[in-house]
């Protein structure tokens, strides 16, 4: 049913209901300002999430009792209140969460989507975000949707018809941007050491950053590169105009590009809007392992907060503070070191707080989540550059860690070796 204002359209959440909230560049930010004052009239209200955009409005110490946030990935909108006590983070594979949903074992009342305009069948697009709402869409007892004609339209997963919907309302808005990160001389020394392990008709799954876009960046003379995965953002674009990004040689969907999500810039939504050539998939689907190993040469890039000598990477907590979530990482990092001709790479810079604390450290600080496993680690790049930890001792490891470890921490690692490991360099 339609409806005029977004509150009309949420009056049919009631109390105790566990919502879902569509994410990243799809986040339905203008039903959730209303959600914010609604929800003063419900209790016990949860809204699970992935990482959402506009979305501070939730955090207002109002709402305590009346909803609480429980996010599988955090970002810089959950952040404050997840460390603060007043949600919750749940770890999980990102290929995982779909599953969740399907199987009962994560309930959804209400599913909350950003869709496009409804085509001449009545069939409206998830958009730029599949991820697990496709899933929470196959489960929820009610869809509320806002319908936004600045959406684009995507293929693959994404469709769903108008007739889903048990309340709409339409408004017209801008899409969250997300505009590049800033280049720097480390971003681009980086980029250039992980560009370097890139070979033509590689299949690539990489993130959103200035790591990322320095390494796409240095791939202009490859050829026939694919991708295929979780997301990606403006820095492909220009390998996909100048033809270094064909897609030609993958098994799995041969001449498209695969994902789940993407986030950028306006020309980004622009390029992507009814592109037959994307594939916006259903995210169970593109981090399955057993799917991203189909394609040969696949290599995922990715990045991390903190690598012990032995090869643990934390990637989403500083300590015990959540900083982001597990999401996609492990499930490219094995699905890449099962592919034929596979490669991961986690890619950080040597530093962190304007270089006064090493990134690679001889422990990981208390608390702090491994995300991928010293079992699964394959190379490691900081702006010095590259480790190579695949069929390496701890010994060797962590000699090739501090080489490529800030100069003026080496003699310390070095040191601590010994110390907490007993190793002998």
């Known amino acids: 049913m339609r409806v005029n204002t977004a509150e009309q359209a949420l009056d049919i959440i009631s109390d105790n209901e566990i919502i879902w909230c569509h994410s990243m560049a799809a986040t339905p930010y203008y039903l959730l300002q209303s959600l914010a004052k609604v929800a003063l009239n419900r209790k016990n209200l949860t809204l699970l999430q992935l990482h959402t955009e506009q979305s501070d409005c939730l955090n207002t110490p109002e709402l305590h009792g009346h909803l609480r946030q429980r996010a599988f990935f955090v970002g810089r909108c959950t952040r404050p209140a997840i460390n603060a006590g007043y949600a919750d983070y749940v770890p999980a594979f990102l290929s995982e969460i779909p599953k969740m949903f399907r199987s009962g074992e994560q309930p959804i009342d209400v599913a909350l989507i950003q869709v496009s305009q409804p085509d001449k069948h009545g069939w409206c697009s998830l958009g730029v975000s599949v991820e697990a709402t496709r899933a929470a869409l196959q489960v929820a007892k009610k869809v509320i949707a806002w319908v936004n004609p600045k959406m684009p339209r995507t293929h693959g997963d994404a469709m769903v018809p108008l007739s889903r919907f048990d309340r709409y309302v339409e408004f017209s808005a801008e899409l969250s941007p997300h505009l590049p990160a800033a280049q720097n001389t480390i971003t681009g020394q980086i980029g250039q050491h992980v560009a370097s392990l890139i070979h033509d008709r590689d299949c690539l799954q990489l993130g959103i950053g200035a790591i990322p876009d320095a390494a796409l960046a240095c791939l202009g003379n490859h050829k026939d590169l694919g991708i295929h995965t979780e997301m990606f953002s403006d820095g492909v674009l220009p390998l996909l105009e100048q033809g270094v990004i064909t897609n030609k040689y993958k098994k799995k969907h041969p001449g498209k590009?695969?994902?789940?999500?993407?986030?950028?810039?306006?020309?980004?939504?622009?390029?992507?809007?009814?592109?037959?050539?994307?594939?916006?998939?259903?995210?169970?689907?593109?981090?399955?392992?057993?799917?991203?190993?189909?394609?040969?040469?696949?290599?995922?890039?990715?990045?991390?907060?903190?690598?012990?000598?032995?090869?643990?990477?934390?990637?989403?907590?500083?300590?015990?503070?959540?900083?982001?979530?597990?999401?996609?990482?492990?499930?490219?990092?094995?699905?890449?070191?099962?592919?034929?001709?596979?490669?991961?790479?986690?890619?950080?810079?040597?530093?962190?707080?304007?270089?006064?604390?090493?990134?690679?450290?001889?422990?990981?600080?208390?608390?702090?989540?491994?995300?991928?496993?010293?079992?699964?680690?394959?190379?490691?790049?900081?702006?010095?550059?590259?480790?190579?930890?695949?069929?390496?001792?701890?010994?060797?490891?962590?000699?090739?860690?501090?080489?490529?470890?800030?100069?003026?921490?080496?003699?310390?690692?070095?040191?601590?070796?010994?110390?907490?490991?007993?190793?002998?360099?």
């Open 257 to 425: 590009t695969v994902t789940t999500f993407a986030m950028g810039t306006k020309a980004l939504y622009d390029f992507i809007d009814d592109n037959p050539e994307l594939a916006f998939l259903d995210v169970e689907y593109t981090n399955d392992t057993a799917v991203i190993r189909q394609n040969p040469q696949t290599v995922s890039i990715n990045s991390a907060l903190q690598i012990d000598l032995s090869g643990q990477v934390c990637a989403d907590s500083l300590g015990t503070k959540i900083y982001s979530g597990v999401g996609g990482q492990m499930d490219f990092v094995r699905g890449a070191g099962l592919s034929e001709g596979g490669r991961s790479i986690i890619a950080l810079p040597a530093t962190a707080s304007g270089g006064a604390v090493s990134r690679i450290s001889s422990l990981l600080s208390p608390g702090a989540g491994v995300v991928t496993t010293r079992a699964h680690v394959h190379y490691i790049v900081t702006e010095h550059g590259i480790a190579n930890l695949r069929a390496r001792s701890l010994t060797e490891r962590a000699k090739a860690l501090i080489a490529i470890a800030a100069p003026q921490f080496r003699e310390q690692l070095a040191r601590a070796a010994w110390d907490d490991w007993g190793l002998h360099l």
